[in-house]
């Protein structure tokens, strides 16, 4: 079993990698931006291009490797040519910590079908390129070698890695392994990568580039590195060819949740995803993992249920970390579908200022999953419109006609409970005490126990709020509310509803 003691060595190909798989790569300019970000996170190394590619290219990275840092690795790929080498090396002459990147395939594969080489050919030139590549940056900069299709590369491993030796006694320095088209498990993958790092040196640092084609990269990445891979190649937002590269946020994350000090900034994560997304135009999934939309989603009533009791906790029931830690501002999202539940409505409320207790939210639960059995998730709105056609206007068969205060302790109530119509006449301690006590004369049990006002902000309509508590027949404590611009009207809704909630409690 490999023992680690080494920090992680962040090297970004967001740059190379990433711009190259866009639709329209980025220009120096652009990529500037992007590169002050970089340095921002705290990466150690930036790949700023393949110099060799265009003219562009060789721009950016001349351009980059100005404004480097004096403790960021500066790198520019390049095949295994001479010419190659010769540009990579012109283009980053300026940086403090310069590096050459230089690869070749070696699985039978591709040296057999792409590169239409034999496989001493393969090594000759691999280790010609890099003793060339290491003569022309010369001893202030390093060398960094890539097997490119190293995935491919069980059933000639061996080979691979005795050359890998004679490339190391050449020069380099640093030896990648890619897997360049993901197509097995990662446990196979980092079996390889155990392999050479047990075979080189341990002065050299082991390199991992993974590419996500089954999905799999961060978990590649991330295991690679218990295996002696220090180096981790990774990108913004997991831009790359095909299905993209190893997300540099999942990785780092992974690490940090896995008790690695990670020498990263990972407040900045969040923000840079979203700036990576609208320069690239490469839109961020809904569930994209750790800085999707709806990474911090909830629709099942019982996720709902924990998330909402772990909410303040650094560790929550139904998240991998608190969003601080990337810088998040937004928290857990509930929605409500017919998966959910009454912590779904209380908190939907509650978070858009309407009073609301987790009994009257367990009532109005069924109407809201009927409603989203139809329609699918509702929004807001339909849980406010259900709010106030079932909290502050219950349907039942007790309904309000008119009122008339007869002098400062009487009043005259009328109202109709079902076909019949009472028009009633009560005295009391004041104008609810009354019109309790004239309902009580019509013959209807009402245990008033109390009631309290508040001022509520809920639109044009509704200013003010009555909350009535009842006893119900059965002892069952209830909870009945009002709205409305004038105070009075706001405490006959509230007893109106009261009668109904009771009432239909019974039916």
């Given at each position: 079993?490999?023992?680690?003691?080494?920090?992680?060595?962040?090297?970004?190909?967001?740059?190379?990698?990433?711009?190259?798989?866009?639709?329209?790569?980025?220009?120096?300019?652009?990529?500037?931006?992007?590169?002050?970000?970089?340095?921002?996170?705290?990466?150690?190394?930036?790949?700023?291009?393949?110099?060799?590619?265009?003219?562009?290219?060789?721009?950016?990275?001349?351009?980059?490797?100005?404004?480097?840092?004096?403790?960021?690795?500066?790198?520019?790929?390049?095949?295994?040519?001479?010419?190659?080498?010769?540009?990579?090396?012109?283009?980053?002459?300026?940086?403090?910590?310069?590096?050459?990147?230089?690869?070749?395939?070696?699985?039978?594969?591709?040296?057999?079908?792409?590169?239409?080489?034999?496989?001493?050919?393969?090594?000759?030139?691999?280790?010609?390129?890099?003793?060339?590549?290491?003569?022309?940056?010369?001893?202030?900069?390093?060398?960094?070698?890539?097997?490119?299709?190293?995935?491919?590369?069980?059933?000639?491993?061996?080979?691979?890695?005795?050359?890998?030796?004679?490339?190391?006694?050449?020069?380099?320095?640093?030896?990648?392994?890619?897997?360049?088209?993901?197509?097995?498990?990662?446990?196979?993958?980092?079996?390889?990568?155990?392999?050479?790092?047990?075979?080189?040196?341990?002065?050299?640092?082991?390199?991992?580039?993974?590419?996500?084609?089954?999905?799999?990269?961060?978990?590649?990445?991330?295991?690679?590195?218990?295996?002696?891979?220090?180096?981790?190649?990774?990108?913004?937002?997991?831009?790359?060819?095909?299905?993209?590269?190893?997300?540099?946020?999942?990785?780092?994350?992974?690490?940090?949740?896995?008790?690695?000090?990670?020498?990263?900034?990972?407040?900045?994560?969040?923000?840079?995803?979203?700036?990576?997304?609208?320069?690239?135009?490469?839109?961020?999934?809904?569930?994209?993992?750790?800085?999707?939309?709806?990474?911090?989603?909830?629709?099942?009533?019982?996720?709902?249920?924990?998330?909402?009791?772990?909410?303040?906790?650094?560790?929550?029931?139904?998240?991998?970390?608190?969003?601080?830690?990337?810088?998040?501002?937004?928290?857990?999202?509930?929605?409500?579908?017919?998966?959910?539940?009454?912590?779904?409505?209380?908190?939907?409320?509650?978070?858009?200022?309407?009073?609301?207790?987790?009994?009257?939210?367990?009532?109005?639960?069924?109407?809201?999953?009927?409603?989203?059995?139809?329609?699918?998730?509702?929004?807001?709105?339909?849980?406010?419109?259900?709010?106030?056609?079932?909290?502050?206007?219950?349907?039942?068969?007790?309904?309000?006609?008119?009122?008339?205060?007869?002098?400062?302790?009487?009043?005259?109530?009328?109202?109709?409970?079902k076909d019949n119509i009472y028009d009633m006449e009560a005295f009391g301690n004041g104008p609810i005490d009354a019109c309790i006590n004239a309902i009580k004369k019509a013959g209807f049990d009402c245990e008033f126990v109390n009631y309290e006002q508040k001022a509520l902000n809920m639109?044009?309509?509704?200013?003010?709020?009555?909350?009535?508590?009842?006893?119900?027949?059965?002892?069952?404590?209830?909870?009945?509310?009002?709205a409305d611009e004038n105070t009075f009207s706001a405490n006959i809704k509230a007893i109106f509803n009261g009668l109904n909630i009771i009432d239909n409690m019974k039916n």
């Amino acid at each position: 079993m490999t023992t680690l003691i080494k920090q992680p060595f962040f090297y970004d190909i967001t740059l190379r990698d990433g711009n190259q798989s866009l639709k329209k790569p980025w220009n120096t300019a652009e990529k500037e931006i992007i590169f002050n970000y970089l340095t921002e996170l705290g990466v150690q190394g930036i790949e700023a291009g393949f110099a060799a590619a265009s003219d562009m290219d060789f721009e950016a990275c001349e351009k980059l490797a100005k404004l480097a840092p004096d403790n960021i690795v500066i790198s520019a790929l390049a095949r295994c040519v001479q010419s190659d080498i010769i540009k990579a090396a012109e283009s980053i002459k300026a940086a403090k910590k310069q590096r050459i990147h230089t690869f070749i395939a070696m699985s039978p594969f591709n040296m057999k079908y792409v590169l239409n080489k034999s496989s001493q050919e393969v090594r000759n030139q691999a280790i010609e390129a890099v003793k060339f590549a290491k003569q022309t940056i010369g001893k202030n900069g390093e060398v960094q070698f890539s097997v490119e299709h190293f995935g491919d590369c069980i059933e000639n491993i061996d080979f691979v890695i005795e050359v890998l030796k004679d490339i190391v006694n050449a020069g380099a320095t640093v030896i990648n392994l890619p897997n360049t088209v993901e197509r097995t498990r990662p446990s196979v993958f980092v079996s390889l990568v155990e392999k050479v790092y047990n075979a080189l040196p341990k002065d050299i640092i082991i390199s991992v580039h993974n590419h996500n084609d089954l999905g799999m990269a961060t978990a590649t990445t991330v295991e690679s590195y218990f295996k002696g891979a220090i180096q981790l190649e990774c990108a913004l937002n997991g831009l790359g060819e095909r299905a993209g590269n190893t997300n540099l946020y999942e990785v780092a994350v992974a690490l940090h949740n896995a008790g690695v000090d990670v020498p990263l900034n990972l407040s900045k994560i969040y923000e840079l995803a979203l700036v990576i997304a609208d320069m690239s135009n490469v839109k961020i999934y809904e569930k994209a993992p750790l800085i999707g939309p709806e990474a911090l989603a909830h629709r099942s009533g019982i996720h709902q249920d924990g998330a909402i009791k772990t909410k303040d906790m650094e560790k929550g029931a139904y998240r991998p970390i608190h969003p601080s830690l990337i810088g998040r501002k937004d928290d857990e999202k509930l929605g409500f579908t017919s998966q959910s539940g009454k912590t779904a409505i209380f908190e939907i409320l509650s978070e858009a200022g309407y009073p609301i207790t987790l009994s009257e939210a367990q009532r109005i639960a069924p109407v809201a999953k009927e409603k989203a059995e139809k329609i699918g998730e509702l929004s807001v709105k339909d849980i406010i419109d259900i709010y106030y056609n079932n909290i502050l206007n219950v349907k039942g068969a007790f309904k309000y006609i008119n009122f008339e205060k007869l002098d400062e302790k009487t009043i005259k109530l009328k109202f109709s409970y079902k076909d019949n119509i009472y028009d009633m006449e009560a005295f009391g301690n004041g104008p609810i005490d009354a019109c309790i006590n004239a309902i009580k004369k019509a013959g209807f049990d009402c245990e008033f126990v109390n009631y309290e006002q508040k001022a509520l902000n809920m639109g044009s309509d509704a200013t003010g709020m009555t909350i009535m508590y009842f006893n119900a027949p059965n002892g069952i404590a209830i909870i009945s509310r009002g709205a409305d611009e004038n105070t009075f009207s706001a405490n006959i809704k509230a007893i109106f509803n009261g009668l109904n909630i009771i009432d239909n409690m019974k039916n």
